[in-house]
């Protein structure tokens, strides 16, 4: 099996928190979460390298934590504080050398 498979999402009120996690079949370089709310574009949310560095877009920052555990070859995604404009379809992408992967996607809907 190639393609992430990813679990986690759900309904959520606002100030909820929900965990998401992708896992994989392989090991991966960098891996990121992705999320699309309806009539936007794909943004990407955070990424982590290989050895535990990581990026957040400026509006997650303090609310959402990646994570990953390389024995189980999964990446996390912690979210905290939710709020509805959080409210998307999250993805998951991971990379080994020059290829890509994208997870199915799962929904998250924080309402308010």
């Known amino acids: 099996q190639v393609q992430p498979v990813e679990s986690g999402g759900g309904l959520v009120q606002a100030g909820g928190s929900l965990r998401l996690s992708c896992a994989t079949s392989f090991r991966f370089n960098t891996a990121g979460w992705y999320r699309q709310a309806p009539g936007k574009q794909r943004e990407l949310v955070a990424t982590i390298t290989t050895g535990g560095m990581t990026t957040y877009v400026d509006s997650v920052k303090g609310r959402f934590t990646i994570s990953r555990d390389n024995a189980k070859n999964t990446v996390l995604l912690q979210m905290n504080s939710l709020k509805p404009e959080d409210t998307a379809v999250y993805y998951c992408?991971?990379?080994?050398?020059?290829?890509?992967?994208w997870g199915q996607g799962t929904q998250v809907t924080v309402s308010s």
């Open positions: 992408n991971v990379r080994i050398f020059t290829s890509e992967y």
